[in-house]
Nanobody
């Protein structure tokens, strides 16, 4: 009933930029912390960046200074601006959100379907 849909992935050369978007829709009462995770083949899914309701940001050391997370609460959307991309950033990027659903009394964790980011020359 709650859906997170990512967009903005693609192929980019090293040093380039991409902007990912994730829009939440459905029976939503409130969206709490939102974040971006990524997973490369054969590797564990890892947290890239997160942002709280109060816009406190957290970044993985590997992307700090290059990526910027932001959110638009009116649009139920979280963004990830990725600059100075490296081949090591290649992965499927997943949107994540803690969501209070209408008619429920606890927070649920929701995931998007993922969007591919490939950094290669």
């Amino acid at each position: 009933q709650v859906h997170l849909v990512e967009s903005g992935g693609g192929l980019v050369q090293p040093g380039g930029s991409l902007r990912l978007s994730c829009a939440a829709s459905g029976s939503i009462l409130r969206i709490n912390t939102m974040g971006w995770y990524r997973q490369a083949p054969g590797k564990q899914r890892e947290l890239v960046a997160s942002i709280t309701t109060g816009s406190r940001e957290k970044y993985a050391d590997s992307v700090k200074g290059r990526f910027t997370i932001s959110r638009d609460n009116d649009k139920n959307t979280v963004y990830l601006q990725m600059d100075s991309l490296k081949p090591e950033d290649t992965a499927v990027y997943y949107c994540h959100a803690g969501i209070w659903r209408l008619g429920n009394s606890r927070e649920f964790e929701d995931w998007g379907q993922g969007t591919q980011v490939t950094v290669s020359s």
